[in-house]
């Protein structure tokens, strides 16, 4: 799966400015993260169309775009379990670019893992995916 990372001003409205660009061309945002950092906004976002995301994305002044590889894992829902996965990786020296949940259910959540490009393969071998 891809992520789209997208850093633009932390101004107000940008988060509307990316919503709004994906919504106007017919894509939806499957999962989205949002921070600030040193006066950028950061968005980390997973869609059901990268190629028209990073199209339309990337026509907004002054915003950057970048897609990377990201790994979607399924994890059982219950305290303790997104530690036992860190500590694992943490122990195999996999540097984590960005982490968030995808989705949740009753017995299991979903998260988006972003390794460093370097550590992708050893995370995947980590997390028991061929």
């Known amino acids: 799966m891809k992520e789209i990372t997208v850093i633009a001003g932390n101004d107000v409205g940008s988060l509307a400015l990316v919503a709004e660009?994906?919504?106007?061309?017919?894509?939806?945002?499957?999962?989205?993260?949002?921070?600030?950092?040193e006066g950028?906004?950061?968005?980390?976002?997973i869609t059901n169309d990268v190629t028209t995301a990073v199209k339309s994305l990337s026509k907004i002044?002054?915003?950057?775009?970048r897609e990377a590889d990201t790994i979607v894992y399924k994890m059982i829902n219950r305290p303790g379990e997104l530690g036992k996965i860190a500590r694992k990786l943490a122990?195999?020296?996999?540097n984590l670019e960005s982490?968030?949940?995808?989705?949740?259910?009753?017995d299991y959540t979903e998260?988006?893992?972003?390794?460093?490009?370097?550590?992708?393969?050893?995370?995947?071998?980590?997390?028991?995916?061929k």
Not at 61 to 65: F, H, N, R
């Open 21 to 37: 660009t994906l919504g106007s061309v017919g894509v939806n945002i499957e999962a989205i993260s949002a921070y600030g950092a």
């Open 40 to 45: 950028k906004a950061v968005f980390r976002v």
């Open 61 to 65: 002044p002054g915003v950057q775009v």
């Open 91 to 94: 122990n195999r020296g996999v």
């Open 99 to 106: 982490l968030y949940i995808v989705s949740r259910k009753q």
């Open 111 to 129: 998260v988006a893992i972003r390794p460093l490009e370097k550590d992708f393969e050893k995370a995947r071998e980590v997390l028991g995916i």
